[in-house]
């Protein structure tokens, strides 16, 4: 059966245990953790000032997680609304006022606020959302409801797009598209949405920008522009598989020191972990990802509500659709987008959400006692 | 609750089949990163290390050239210089004036600059904007320096002449390698040499001198700059070998000083190993500002002055000979038998062919002075330096056996061992035909008999003469290089001596005391004395043998009064002079060479004078005691003439070329003052070493 497998997992849940008296889950934080920490040991290695500005931005990070997990779920429910609003606004804020960086405008620069990226609040605020719509709603939903939900994807989505930042547009989509996988929508709709987005791809092609056209292009024929459009990509795949099987050791790997692969203390951050540790380090790290997906969604089924429930498993489908799409694109399989590999890439606002999502998680998980 | 649980249940399946889902994806990832890590680890390994390694050549240190004392005639000098790997920068303009915050570069040093990177060169070779930068410079670049992609500090061995222009048409120098050279050296051996040797031993020698290029690896990084060096398959350059040449640099400064500004010329040969002692073409110019690379402007006026700095007319230079050929016409028509030394003539001071009117006169000829010389015999021929003997006697030689006879001296042929020279002209039937397109007179033949006419000759070539002379016959190939540190493969060995075939032994010693006569024969009355007495030989206290001459540079009419006065400085004669001293036992032989000069006699043979007596002098004044110095090895020595070639080498082998005597070891110290060679016989650092010698006599 498969929900025995979701079941095997360990199960301190029914129990109290200290961690849960404080909110948290401890599988779930272990995994985190260590997470956090592997990537943290690739930073020290390689600049002192990511390093600290990493553990800077994790201990913020995790904090908010205890935070976040502390706040009861039905606060949740009464601020989805708030939240779905201001992410919206911020969004709108961001193509008004917003600072450009590469090309595109997706930072707030308010004063006394640390810059940060609205979109980024999206990832939770849409799951909160459509928990929310959901919650009370007839199951499986309507025509109707699927309709609502699907406008409540689209709008911060097409603003995003706006921006334009097609590859947070697509994970920011995914996390809605979640939590209507995991409402129950009937795996025909899913099909026949599959296969409607298949016959639409020629006409979303013709509607990319030139650059995100030759990010594709790129993908299958990355030697065409060796030293331009293709560098990131070649160079990515040579210090992945100049790692072979155990690596050329933490720190020592060549083609990240001495800065042929580009973005590597972000963006291309499993390269490195791929050079320097080998498949070892890159598997355990992926095992890692799916302790933490696998806990995450058991946590999901043990809610006591269906808020909860979708709440959970949507934000944790968001955490892997980033997981995946990061180390898709860095080992060459899906086009370069500006996507950061969850808890290890350099950067504070993805870590920020991520971790509040774990915390909110934690807290649907934790606060069962009051249950309905 | 039966609607929760189920609600629960569904969910639970979702949850289930999404997570599988998920799992196969990152078992879809984790396939790729087997196929990445495992299956093409090997190619990607590869590309990693072509990312990163660059193998580097490395340059081998040039050979020094030592002078026959040890003194150093070319020397490496270590620099730093900054450079940029025009590839790597991004926006040249831009990063040049970037530098120019930091250190001084001028307007020339960039138009230098963007010259150079204008022609074909080497991929990803560092190109010098600035050479030889101040400690000052260097410290603020690398201050400065890593905001800069394709900058370097580079150091590199800057070939430096300690006597500047005093040696440079001996040694040659050695110039930065550029596209044409790239075309035809061997890439590989090359590949981290910067200068190529360009005339002179430099030139010649370059097989030699060059050395061995050596290589290593280096880690660079994604902006080409070198992070490590990987001490993994390095392999060391090996250095060029060391040369000693026959030079004597104090004697190559003494024979530039007694030129003075006069353009000219003076060769000298040591006559029992043809080693060329100087060689020196004035006025020379000072190859060091060269090698960093001089303002193309500076280089034009160079190249352009009309006093031909650049020229090696000791080598290259080739001039009418004028009467320093007299000796070699009289020994061809003694060996041919139409003359003897008793046989006299009267020379009237003009001389007809039969049947022709044209005049050829005598040089002492003026309108208002016809007499001639008198009674000449060969002997007078020569002191006197009388035309109308050689005239007559060359004609009665002919220019088939005239010429046959100086080639054996070296005329009409390049034959020193190892410096590139003229070959001058000869002058045959069959050459004139070729080169003129018209048949040989017999008017050829008398201006021939008083070196004029077609004939051409280079300093180097009379000098050779004057020492075959000075050695009664015995020709000995001329050559600069003394000795290597080790065998020089590739190049040939000396000649062996040749006798020259015709005069008996007497013919040679009565033509030594005829040119002793040029010097030394003073006091006999109107037109009795030696053409060069009066001007070098009433004080000289040793035995010399000279000859004069003074060659025309353009034709005089019939009849017509050679006016110095009237001629143009550039149509003057040029003053010759060849002697060898002494004259019994010559050690050294030597021409001298006066462009313009007017007389040789008044002009040459002084600069000459001053030559042989700065390298004789000094011997004769140490003869007396056989120079014990204290820090030597006592030896004795036989005479102070025997002073044996210093040697001053690393390595105990040497090789010594050609007849020089074996130097003897010594423990004396190096820096010692110049002024009394004889005392001081340069050191040799590897004494116990075995010697190999060449002789080839």
């Known amino acids: ?372 | 609750m039966e609607d929760h649980e189920l609600e629960q249940r569904a969910f639970l399946t979702r949850a289930t089949v999404v997570f599988l889902m998920a799992a196969v994806l990152m078992l879809g990832l984790l396939a790729r990163f087997v196929d990445l890590q495992m299956f093409k680890h090997d190619i990607y390994s590869t590309r990693s290390d072509e990312n990163r390694i660059l193998v580097q050549p490395l340059a081998p240190d040039r050979g020094l050239i030592y002078d026959r004392w040890g003194v150093l005639l070319a020397d490496n000098r270590p620099i730093l210089s900054l450079a940029m790997v025009v590839e790597r920068v991004a926006d040249l303009d831009e990063a040049i004036s970037d530098l120019g915050w930091s250190i001084d570069i001028s307007d020339a040093e960039i138009a230098e600059f963007k010259r150079r990177i204008e022609r074909p060169r080497r991929p990803y070779e560092p190109v010098a904007l600035k050479v030889n930068l101040s400690d000052d410079e260097v410290a603020r670049i690398r201050v400065d320096g890593h905001r800069w992609s394709g900058v370097e500090v580079v150091p590199e061995n800057l070939r430096y002449y300690p006597l500047a222009s005093l040696a440079v048409h001996a040694v040659g120098s050695v110039r930065r390698i550029d596209e044409d050279d790239l075309a035809s050296l061997d890439a590989v051996r090359y590949s981290g040499t910067k200068f190529i040797g360009r005339f002179g031993v430099e030139e010649f020698y370059e097989r030699s001198l060059h050395g061995k290029v050596g290589h290593h690896q280096v880690e660079i990084d994604v902006r080409g700059r070198v992070v490590e060096y990987l001490p993994e398959n390095k392999v060391l350059p090996v250095a060029g070998q060391n040369l000693t040449l026959h030079l004597d640099s104090r004697l190559q400064t003494a024979a530039y000083a007694a030129l003075g500004e006069r353009r000219g010329a003076i060769v000298a040969l040591d006559p029992r190993s043809g080693g060329i002692l100087a060689l020196v073409s004035n006025p020379g110019y000072d190859p060091n500002p060269f090698i960093a690379g001089i303002p193309q402007e500076e280089y034009r006026l160079l190249a352009a002055s009309p006093d031909a700095p650049l020229f090696n007319r000791a080598t290259r230079g080739t001039y009418p000979p004028g009467s320093t050929f007299k000796p070699i016409v009289a020994l061809a028509g003694l060996s041919e038998g139409v003359t003897d030394w008793e046989r006299t003539i009267i020379d009237t001071g003009e001389f007809r062919l039969p049947g022709q009117s044209r005049v050829y006169r005598d040089w002492s000829w003026t309108p208002t002075n016809t007499g001639g010389q008198g009674v000449v015999n060969l002997r007078k021929a020569i002191y006197r330096s009388s035309n109308v003997y050689f005239y007559q006697l060359g004609t009665r030689v002919g220019v088939d056996a005239l010429g046959e006879f100086a080639f054996q001296f070296g005329f009409g042929a390049a034959s020193a061992l190892d410096v590139e020279s003229a070959e001058g002209v000869l002058p045959t039937r069959t050459w004139k035909k070729g080169a003129r397109g018209e048949d040989w007179f017999l008017g050829d033949t008398v201006n021939m008999s008083i070196g004029q006419g077609l004939m051409l000759v280079t300093p180097l070539q009379l000098a050779t003469s004057a020492m075959v002379i000075a050695n009664r016959g015995r020709w000995v190939q001329p050559r600069l290089l003394l000795s290597s540190d080790a065998v020089l493969s590739g190049f040939d060995t000396p000649l062996p001596p040749v006798r020259v075939q015709g005069p008996t032994e007497q013919d040679w010693e009565m033509l030594v005391n005829s040119m002793e006569d040029v010097v030394h024969r003073g006091n006999q009355g109107f037109r009795e004395n030696g053409t060069a007495w009066w001007y070098i030989g009433r004080d000289l206290g040793y035995r010399m043998a000279g000859k004069s001459g003074s060659a025309q540079v353009v034709e005089i009419a019939q009849g017509e009064e050679y006016d110095e006065e009237e001629l143009d400085e550039r149509q003057r004669k040029h003053a010759w002079f060849i002697a060898f001293a002494p004259a019994d036992d010559p050690r050294i032989a030597l021409s001298v060479l006066v462009e313009n000069g007017g007389g040789g006699s008044s002009v040459a043979a002084p600069v000459a004078r001053e030559v042989i007596d700065a390298y004789l002098l000094p011997r004769f004044a140490s003869a007396p005691q056989p120079a014990p110095s204290a820090s030597s090895v006592a030896r004795p020595r036989s005479s102070p003439m025997e002073q044996p070639p210093p040697v001053a080498s690393a390595s105990g082998t040497r090789l010594i070329h050609g007849s020089a005597p074996q130097p003897a070891p010594s423990a004396s110290s190096v820096a010692r003052p110049r002024s009394s060679p004889m005392e001081q016989p340069p050191p040799v650092a590897g004494a116990s070493g075995t010697r190999l010698i060449h002789a080839r006599l």
């Open chain 1, 1 to 372: 059966m498969a929900s025995d497998f979701v079941r095997q997992f360990p199960l301190p849940g029914g129990s109290r245990t200290r961690l849960s008296e404080v909110h948290l889950d401890a599988l779930l934080c272990i995994a985190v953790l260590a997470v956090i920490v592997l990537g943290l040991v690739v930073h020290h290695y390689r600049d002192d000032d990511t390093f600290y500005g990493q553990m800077l931005r994790m201990s913020v990070g995790l904090s908010a997680l205890v935070a976040a997990a502390w706040v009861q779920p039905r606060q949740y429910v009464s601020w989805a609304p708030v939240v779905y609003g201001v992410s919206v606004g911020l969004l709108i804020l961001v193509l008004l006022i917003g600072t450009t960086a590469k090309g595109s405008q997706r930072w707030i620069d308010l004063p006394g606020l640390p810059q940060f990226q609205p979109s980024e609040l999206t990832k939770i605020a849409i799951p909160l959302m459509l928990a929310w719509y959901f919650h009370d709603r007839r199951l499986p939903p309507g025509l109707g409801d699927m309709l609502v939900a699907l406008g409540i994807i689209a709008v911060p989505v097409i603003l995003i797009v706006q921006q334009p930042d097609l590859g947070t547009g697509v994970l920011v989509a995914a996390s809605g598209l979640a939590v209507i996988v995991l409402v129950g929508v009937s795996w025909r709709w899913m099909a026949g949405a599959l296969a409607l987005g298949v016959a639409a791809a020629p006409i979303l092609w013709m509607s990319l920008h030139d650059y995100q056209q030759e990010r594709i292009r790129t993908l299958f024929n990355p030697e065409k522009d060796p030293l331009g459009a293709g560098w990131s990509i070649i160079q990515s795949t040579t210090a992945i598989g100049s790692g072979g099987l155990l690596g050329k050791g933490v720190g020592e790997g060549t083609q990240s020191r001495l800065d042929f692969l580009p973005e590597g203390d972000t963006d291309f951050i499993i390269a490195v972990i791929g050079e320097e540790t080998g498949f070892v380090g890159v598997l355990l790290l992926v095992i890692l990802y799916l302790v933490i997906l696998a806990r995450g969604l058991r946590l999901a089924t043990l809610a006591p509500n269906r808020f909860g429930r979708l709440l959970a498993g949507g934000l944790m489908l968001t955490f892997f659709a980033h997981v995946f799409v990061n180390i898709a694109m860095v080992c060459g399989l899906i086009p370069v987008v500006g996507v950061p590999l969850p808890l290890v890439s350099y950067g504070g606002t993805s870590a920020l959400s991520i971790l509040i999502g774990c915390g909110i998680v934690m807290s649907i998980h934790t606060h069962r006692t009051g249950r309905r």
